[in-house]
Every structure is written in C-alpha cells, then in structure tokens.
C-alpha cells in the first residue's frame, strides 16, 4: 500500500490567504453501477428540494399570470447557467474537500472580508421566513375552507408561521449528520411534488397549453412592450423570478457544504456537520486537503466528477425545469391573466383556481402540495443559513474553532437559534411574498458574485489538468453576466 504524502502544498499551487492544505490521496469512488449512483447522488435532491419552493409556487406563478408563459424561456437560461456554476463550485471541493465559501476566502482581501461579505448575503437571502409565512396560508386555507384575508385570518396565519419556522429548526436538531437527514427527507417531498404535479397537468391541462410552456422555455427574446414598443415589466419580479429559476446565491454556495458533508471526493478526509440529537461530536477541519496528481489518483477524480454530473444533470436540471413549468402551466391554466398574487393567500390561489376546474376534490392535495413545496423550500433555506455562516465563522476564527471545546455543533445551534428568534420577529413586518422576492433578488446578486469569483478560484488554485475547460469558463462568465444585468434592471426599477 503506497504511503500518504507528507502534508506539503504542491509546488504548482498556492494556498492563498488561508493555511496550506495537507497532501495525501483521493479516496477511491464507489464502483459505478445503478445501485452506487442512487447511493452517492443526493445533494441534488437537497438543491432541488430548496429550489422547489417559492420561486415555483409564488414568482413563477405570479409571472407567467402577469406576463404569459413566453417568459419561461428565462428559466431555461437560469437552469443551465446554474447547473454549469454548480458543477464548478462542486470540482473546487472534490479537489480539496472544502465549500466554496473557504475558497472564496482563501482570496484577498482575505477571510475576514469575504466571511462577513458572503455571510451577511446569505442572511438577508435566506433569513427571512417568508417561506413559512406562505406555507402557512396554505394551512389555513386548508383549516378554514377558503382563502385567508388579513383583517379576519391575520393572527391565524401569523401563528402557523411561527409554528413551521420553529418545526423546520426542529428538524435540523435530529438525526446523525445534517446533511443525511435533509437529503432523506428531500428525496421523499421532491418525489410527492413532481409526481402530484405531473398527474395533474397531465389531467387537467390542455395540450395546448403545453406546447405553449414548452415553446416559452425555447422562444428567446420576448419581453413584454407597452406603449412606444418599450419593455413594461417589473423588474424586480423578473429579477426574483431568473433568481428562483434553480436555487440562486447562497443555495448554490450551500451545495458544496452538503457535498462535503455527504463524503465527496476529498470531503471524506475532513469531516462534516453532526446533528444535535443522534449525532455524535465531530472535529470539522478549518481547511481541507488536496491530492497529488498521481495516475491513480487522476483516475478516482474523473469516477467522482461523473457522480457529480449525474446529479447535477439527471436530478438537478430535469427537477428544475419540472418544478418551474409545470406550477407554471396550472396557473396559467387556473387563474385570470393579469391577476396580482399578493396577501396571506398567494401560496392558496392554484388550488382555488383548480378546484373552480376540477371540482373540491383536489382542494385539499393542492394545499398540501404546495404546503410541501414551501416547507421543504424553509427548510433548506434555513439549514444553508446557518451552515454557510458557520463554515465562514469555523474558517476564519481561530476563537470560534477553540469555543466549547471545538464542537462545531455549538456553533451551528447557536446559529440557529438565532435565526429562530430573527424569523419569528420578521414575520410581523411585511408580506411574506415581498420577503421572498427581496431574498431572491440578493440571491440575483449572490449568483453574480459567485460566477466571476469561483472562476478566479478555479483558476488559480486547482492544478491546471483539474480546472475547467474553456467553454465551461465562459458558461461562468456568462452566468456572472446575466444576474448582473437583472440585478442592475431590478436597482434601475425600484429607484425610477
């Protein structure tokens, strides 16, 4: 058996504003066959099942209302230019087995810039519980009989929001790992989501209208006009709209921690995020390792990068495109073009607008179905705000390493409780729809960011034969480029 290398950095990489890492081997993949393909993926169904959430169940419902389903062609660019990110912050972290957040914070001005810079995002992205507050509409409905209203349902809805927000933070306390737990019960919603979607359209939904999503996801170009042949849209709609189109920002962040988490590539020499309950104590490495560019070790790398394709393309894209079109075809078909969704009922109006076609019957597996979608959505939403700031705090602390006896579990449950009180707060300030499309738009911005600094990364710390080729460079660029411009629409929109 060959001996692990001494821990040295290579001589062709460096380490940036961060220690060195430590050398040694890329564990070996599992064989591939059918039975390891369905063990190794799962990150994306965690993805999938945050991205499934607000985006397609409130903005993309309320777009395609306002605007028709023309606009899909928007989705169609977001999930590919997110898949192309993903597998990009995914190769940095088989390489070194860390998230891309230390990455990004191995670059100057150093770690504690980019941890408060990243950190604060992904707080005002994922903070808000406008999830829950929609979640809870949904609820209510389903206990009153009808759509809630402010004046006499406000304090109903406001209760149920508070009781999902503190149930999703219920969740993340037990199990074994963090991550094992989201991914089971991700598999599990994801899988009740697009099947109850896909028998429903199929039921339901005139082919017509299909062929109308389908030639709206490949139609490029159109944006509505009103007088003078001018753009008339609301651009901080669409902004959110691009955003939640996949995950956007510090969801595609997050991804890299679960991949760690779940042991990928060098993520299996550095340890993961314990649970609370059922967990036991886990000694987290601040920094990651890195492997020597041996024939062998070349060969697992390139077993480990078709694990990560496979769930990026067959879970990720295809569950992005589904989760997005099909809401996105009901609505059209169940509600009044032009209508505004707005109030505590915007997460209840697909299953009133299908109960007017289909009759009660499917009134209440359409609240639940949503109620699925947004609780799962909450939930990853919350995980990755606390994960992310952990990792960054965990990074860029030696105080916060040493604190209780190094057990990263303090931090991440402090963390979340926390977030716990900050939600229950926000609940009472505004709308929980305008929540979510404020977070989706700093998402907008997080994705941006993301695009043009995990390029740098790529190329200046994995070894040249590992970094990506350069049409995948240019797919970051142009990701980078495209949240860019909404997110400049979006600014433009608000201070007109």
């Known amino acids: 058996m060959r001996k692990t290398l001494k821990s040295e950095a290579p001589p062709t990489v460096s380490a940036g504003e961060l220690p060195a890492w430590e050398v040694t081997d890329l564990p070996p993949p599992p064989a591939w066959d059918v039975l390891n393909i369905l063990r190794v993926i799962g990150p994306g169904a965690i993805l999938l099942g945050t991205s499934v959430g607000g985006g397609e169940w409130l903005v993309g419902p309320t777009t395609v209302v306002k605007y028709g389903l023309t606009l899909l062609w928007v989705t169609t660019v977001a999930v590919i230019l997110q898949t192309l990110l993903n597998l990009e912050l995914i190769r940095y972290t088989i390489y070194t087995g860390e998230p891309i957040m230390t990455g990004?914070?191995?670059?100057?001005?150093?770690?504690?810039?980019?941890?408060?810079?990243?950190?604060?995002?992904?707080?005002?992205?994922?903070?808000?519980?406008?999830?829950?507050g929609t979640a809870a509409g949904t609820l209510a409905a389903?206990?009153?009989?009808?759509?809630?209203?402010q004046a006499q349902d406000g304090t109903l809805v406001l209760w149920l929001s508070a009781v999902i927000f503190l149930s999703c933070a219920a969740v993340l306390v037990f199990g074994g790992k963090v991550e094992r737990t989201l991914e089971y019960l991700n598999w599990f919603m994801v899988a009740w989501i697009l099947i109850?979607?896909?028998?429903?359209?199929?039921?339901?939904?005139?082919?017509?209208?299909?062929?109308?999503?389908?030639?709206?996801?490949?139609?490029?170009?159109?944006?509505?006009?009103?007088?003078?042949g001018t753009p008339k849209i609301d651009w901080f709609l669409l902004a959110a709209?691009?955003?939640?189109s996949g995950a956007g920002g510090a969801a595609n962040a997050a991804l890299t921690n679960w991949?760690?988490?779940?042991?990928?590539?060098?993520?299996?020499?550095?340890?993961?995020?314990?649970?609370?309950?059922?967990?036991?104590?886990?000694?987290?490495?601040?920094?990651g390792k890195v492997f020597p560019l041996t024939p062998e070790n070349l060969k697992h790398w390139k077993h480990w990068w078709r694990f990560a394709k496979v769930d990026q393309y067959g879970v990720f894209l295809v569950g992005a495109f589904l989760?997005?079109?099909?809401?996105?075809?009901?609505?059209?078909?169940?509600?009044?073009?032009?209508?505004?969704?707005?109030?505590?009922?915007?997460?209840?109006?697909?299953?009133?607008?299908?109960?007017?076609i289909s009759g009660h019957s499917l009134w209440l597996l359409t609240l639940l179905c949503g109620?699925?979608?947004?609780?799962?959505?909450?939930?990853?939403?919350?995980?990755?705000?606390?994960?992310?700031?952990?990792?960054?705090?965990?990074?860029?602390?030696?105080?916060?390493?040493?604190w209780r006896g190094g057990d990263i579990r303090r931090v991440y449950y402090t963390l979340l409780g926390m977030n716990v009180v900050w939600g229950i707060a926000a609940l009472q300030v505004t709308q929980?729809?305008?929540?979510?499309?404020?977070?989706?738009?700093?998402?907008?911005?997080t994705t941006a960011m993301l695009s043009f600094h995990t390029l740098y990364v790529n190329r200046r710390f994995l070894p040249e034969p590992l970094r990506p080729s350069m049409w995948r460079q240019a797919g970051l660029v142009l990701c980078g480029v495209f949240y860019s411009t909404f997110v400049l629409l979006s600014v433009r929109h608000l201070l007109s």
């Open 241 to 244: 709209f691009a955003s939640s």
């Open 142 to 149: 389903g206990f009153l009989g009808r759509l809630p209203n």
């Open 323 to 356: 989760g997005m079109m099909l809401p996105a075809v009901l609505a059209v078909e169940c509600l009044p073009h032009g209508k505004e969704l707005r109030g505590l009922a915007v997460a209840a109006e697909i299953a009133q607008g299908l109960s007017r």
């Open 432 to 445: 929980p729809i305008f929540l979510f499309q404020l977070g989706a738009n700093v998402a907008a911005l």
């Open 259 to 287: 991949f760690r988490d779940k042991g990928f590539g060098m993520g299996a020499k550095v340890g993961y995020i314990p649970s609370l309950v059922g967990g036991r104590e886990m000694k987290l490495s601040h920094t």
């Open 196 to 228: 109850f979607l896909v028998v429903v359209v199929a039921l339901f939904v005139p082919s017509g209208s299909l062929l109308g999503a389908v030639r709206g996801l490949v139609s490029f170009g159109y944006l509505p006009t009103g007088e003078g």
């Open 371 to 402: 109620f699925w979608i947004l609780f799962s959505s909450q939930l990853g939403n919350m995980d990755i705000l606390v994960r992310t700031v952990t990792d960054n705090l965990w990074t860029g602390s030696r105080r916060v390493r040493q």
């Open 104 to 132: 990004l914070m191995r670059t100057k001005p150093g770690p504690t810039f980019w941890g408060w810079a990243y950190s604060l995002l992904t707080w005002f992205q994922c903070g808000w519980p406008a999830l829950a």
